[in-house]
């Protein structure tokens, strides 16, 4: 079902439309960037007959099958009920946020974000792959950042935003722990494997270890208890933010964590302790703060958190019709408190305040707005003939038939009632407060209704709270059924969704819950006097605090080893791994009797020799560089002449062409540094470095040693097996670069054209010492460019060229490869640029090295994604034998085009770095396209 990538897709491509569309009028650019998200919505009616039906719909693309990763997304009824949400709520949003953001805000970067966002909650309710989940999950936190930060000129904003992202952040981090150990345990990351082993998981001894990392990742996102505090600083954001963000997304994912796991981690005494004491007390909290609040949308930030307690206590209770409440009233929420986050910002928008305490009266001014809200606030309150009423009912009929805390048992429905009468008091000082409670106090302007369809997105809200509340079965159903259905993974229990039960404990519970509320708001002011005699936290200037001393001591012991010399580092680095190596090599007497050593001969005994000699003159002769230089070369040679003698002429043919690049590379380097080095090292650094050096030399040298006495089963043998019907290609070593390990090739070509594109950055406008001499004071020979060497160098040209093509198409078979021959057509143009000068080359080459490396990296991954048309994991090579006339049989493999991206990206990557240091002293120096 590819319509599931699409729908995905959809809001991800549709990121990019308001940018696009930022030259049109306000209302056209809001009406395209509404056009994917509808669309997504309607592939989402297409599937759901089907949802509906009782099927759970798949669609799986392979990717590194070996890690567990793949492209893999399903249907299920929970999956459908948070598509309707964050799609339908997620259009109203839209439409809203045309007349609530002013003619300053960029509307393109708002839509984008929130396109984004909203892209980021539709992977986390398809995913299938935990991994891929878990990714999703980390671009909400990322994507809820930009949106709270929209207002990045207010400090509170930016503040705000870090909270957020820091949280989410730690728990983001949790939950990828546990889900790793989920895998480990289960050996798989795809949920329908996973949810089907939960008596596996549950019995295993990582279980309680999973169980409170997954809680930490679900608690962190929906503002748990002691993690709640992030959600009221997000207030800053733009109302559309908050209303979606309190709705259908951002804290709804951790929700739907909660409920996406529950057939796999609930049903345990330690499930039901941590989150049933866990939402208890949120949802304890979050009501009694709210009543406080003087900010509407603080008041309605802190009933979020107290009714996201209420959800989550109910999938703490155990019982399947706590769960079918807790998914009920995941609709409920959603449609209440968006209309309300929305009234709010209706009226902080035409009023300019949402400070309750001048928000009075302004049912004289808005009529329409405030019966809107009031209609919301009643829901939210639990008021009869209205959806909150009806999911709270099942809320407290499952809080009398639980036995989670034993005897104490009889606490939750106590402690319900009291969260339900706060509940009552804080709706009740929202419509109060706000709508009658006398006349307007200090407003910026004098408040009036919004413009006709800024409302408009509130009616059908308030509208869908009053049709649920009327006729639940009839309208959410169904959906309810299904999505209950994917939670349980079972039969359903029996429930009824009338809107009358008869008179029994729940409705006792309520009536007594909105007495009390009532009563509590308008006899508030004793509860008030005595929550101004507590003292008063901030939680952001507390965590503002904290951070600040996390990042002093941080600054601490970075300035004891930040010390700005590269010795240092490689000390460090040193004496760590030497530290790591040696327990391990405590026990390497186990190996020594395992594998007869191979006899040396002369040969080896005079390489080794020379390599040793040449790397201890590297070091006596560090301070004549050039004579340093060609010390450090001999030793590159020796280790090509061992390659060569052990069989591998592909990794010789690297190492020699590497070396001279090096060579290269390390020659115009010294031109442009001191020529006379001081003395750096006293008697006592040098009897330390030395006892470092030794230290690390007989770690190695012990490692390499238990290495090669080792029994193993040689990986070499899979390859020598394969390479022929499998990628085929005789030269084992290319097969391995453009097949069997074709994804790590994409990964280093890509960090190669980074690297050189951060070299070429480093080098423009980089001011260098440009010496007049050579050490012994000589001055540089006047002719910079030898007529014998001009005339060898292009007489050599077209041949290493050509030897480079040469290298370039034998490479699946005989030594040679995309990377060889890339260095070989490197190595022979910068002979150019040495024989001839810049401004010849230049006159006669326009490469432009950019491209080049953009290029290779391109078209190697387009020759991975390629196989996918083909229903093939990502890199899957093909090839194939054809007949041509005058050639005879030939074999053609997809791999050569993977083979042209790495040789594109080497010549290119190679001669930006090169050729640029070479420009250095001339006119031609490296410069940021666009800059003088």
């Not at 006669?844 to 093939?872: K, Q």
């Amino acid at each position: 079902m590819i319509e599931l990538l699409l729908i995905v897709l959809f809001p991800l491509i549709g990121s990019l439309v308001p940018v696009l569309t930022a030259r049109w009028s306000r209302s056209y650019s809001a009406l395209a960037t509404a056009l994917l998200p509808l669309a997504a919505l309607a592939l989402v009616l297409q599937l759901a007959p089907a949802v509906f039906a009782g099927e759970t719909l798949f669609y799986r693309l392979p990717w590194v099958e070996a890690l567990g990763l793949s492209v893999s997304f399903r249907l299920d009824g929970l999956s459908l009920l948070f598509l309707f949400l964050i799609l339908g709520i997620g259009l109203l949003i839209i439409l809203y946020a045309r007349y609530y953001l002013s003619e300053k805000d960029s509307m393109a970067r708002f839509y984008g974000f929130l396109m984004l966002f909203m892209t980021a909650m539709l992977g986390i309710v398809l995913s299938n792959n935990l991994l891929q989940l878990w990714v999703f999950w980390e671009l909400t936190s990322i994507s809820s950042f930009l949106l709270i930060s929209f207002w990045w000129h207010r400090p509170d904003a930016r503040l705000g935003a870090r909270m957020a992202l820091m949280i989410t952040g730690f728990g983001g981090l949790a939950l990828l722990a546990g889900i790793l150990l989920i895998g480990n345990v289960l050996g798989s990351f795809e949920l329908d494997v996973v949810l089907s082993q939960a008596a596996v998981l549950q019995q295993h001894s990582l279980y309680p270890v999973i169980l409170i990392l997954v809680l930490l990742g679900a608690f962190t996102k929906s503002a748990q208890f002691p993690f709640h505090f992030w959600l009221p600083n997000a207030m800053s954001a733009p109302t559309p933010v908050s209303a979606y963000l309190h709705s259908a997304t951002m804290v709804k994912a951790g929700i739907f964590l909660l409920a996406r796991m529950y057939p796999l981690l609930a049903g345990t005494d330690l499930w039901f302790l941590m989150v049933t004491i866990t939402g208890m007390t949120t949802l304890l909290v979050g009501a009694y703060l709210a009543l406080f609040q003087h900010d509407l949308k603080g008041l309605l930030a802190y009933s979020t958190i107290s009714h996201l307690g209420l959800i989550t206590l109910l999938f703490g209770l155990g019982t399947d019709l706590a769960a079918v409440a807790a998914i009920f009233h995941i609709i409920n929420h959603a449609i209440f408190k968006a209309s309300l986050f929305m009234a709010a910002g209706i009226i902080d928008h035409e009023s300019g305040s949402r400070d309750m305490r001048k928000l009075n009266g302004l049912w004289q001014f808005m009529p329409v707005t405030a019966t809107l809200a009031m209609v919301a606030s009643a829901s939210m309150a639990g008021v009869p003939l209205l959806n909150g009423f009806l999911s709270k009912e099942m809320f407290f009929a499952e809080t009398l038939h639980q036995e989670v805390l034993g005897a104490l048992s009889w606490l939750i429905p106590v402690l319900a009632t009291v969260a339900a009468t706060l509940s009552v008091a804080y709706s009740a000082r929202f419509i109060h407060d706000v709508f009658f409670n006398g006349q307007p106090k200090g407003l910026p302007r004098t408040p009036h209704e919004p413009p006709r369809y800024m409302r408009v997105p509130v009616e059908v809200l308030v509208a869908l709270c009053i049709l649920v509340g009327l006729a639940p079965a009839y309208v959410v159903g169904d959906l309810l059924a299904v999505a209950s259905t994917a939670v349980l993974a079972g039969p359903l229990p029996v429930y009824s969704l009338s809107i009358w039960h008869g008179i029994n404990l729940p409705l006792m519970m309520s009536v007594l819950a909105l007495t009390l509320g009532i009563l509590l708001y308008f006899n508030r002011k004793h509860l008030f006097r005595f929550q101004a005699e507590l003292p008063e936290l901030n939680p952001l200037q507390f965590f503002e605090v904290k951070i600040n001393a996390l990042v002093g001591f941080a600054k601490k012991w970075h300035h004891r080893f930040e010390s700005a010399t590269l010795q240092r580092y490689l000390m460090w680095m040193f004496v760590i791994v030497a530290m790591l190596l040696i327990w391990p090599l405590q026990q390497m007497g186990q190996f020594t009797q395992h594998n007869a050593m191979q006899k040396p001969d002369t040969l080896m005994f005079a390489a080794t020799f020379v390599a040793a000699i040449a790397a201890i003159a590297t070091v006596l002769c560090q301070r004549q560089r050039l004579l340093s230089l060609v010390m450090i070369s001999i030793v590159g040679l020796v280790v090509t002449l061992i390659f060569v003698r052990f069989s591998a002429p592909d990794l010789a043919l690297t190492q020699l062409s590497v070396e001279v690049v090096t060579i290269v590379l390390l020659m115009l380097a010294l031109f442009f540094l001191p020529h006379k080095i001081n003395r750096a090292s006293n008697a006592g650094r040098l009897i330390r470095d030395g006892a470092i050096a030794s230290i690390c030399g007989v770690v190695i040298g012990s490692l390499s040693y238990a290495l090669m006495l080792e029994p193993q089963q040689r990986i070499s043998d899979f390859f020598l097996a394969n390479s022929k019907i499998g990628g085929g290609g005789y030269n084992v070593v290319n097969v391995i670069l453009v097949d069997f390990r074709g994804f790590d090739t994409l990964g280093e070509i890509t960090v190669l054209g980074i690297a050189a594109l951060g070299i070429f950055k480093l080098l423009t406008r980089l001011p260098l010492f440009r010496s007049s001499s050579d050490a012994e004071g000589r001055q540089w020979a006047l002719d910079k460019h030898p007529m014998l060497l001009a005339v060898v160098s292009q007489a050599l040209l077209p041949l290493a060229l050509l030897v480079s093509v040469y290298i370039f198409f034998r490479g699946h078979n005989l030594p040679g490869g995309g990377f060889v021959a890339g260095l070989i057509t490197a190595i022979a143009i910068i002979l150019q640029y040495v024989a001839q000068g810049v401004d010849w080359v230049r006159e006669r080459l326009t490469l432009d090295y950019h491209r080049l490396v953009a290029a290779g990296v391109l078209i190697s991954t387009l020759t991975g994604v390629a196989s996918w048309a083909f229903g093939r994991p990502f890199l899957t090579s093909w090839f194939d034998y054809f007949q041509l006339p005058l050639f005879g049989e030939i074999e053609l493999a997809s791999a050569i085009a993977f083979d042209l991206g790495v040789y594109l990206t080497v010549v290119g990557a190679t001669l930006m770095i090169l050729a640029n240091l070479g420009k250095m002293t001339t006119e031609h120096r490296p410069v940021i396209r666009g800059q003088s």
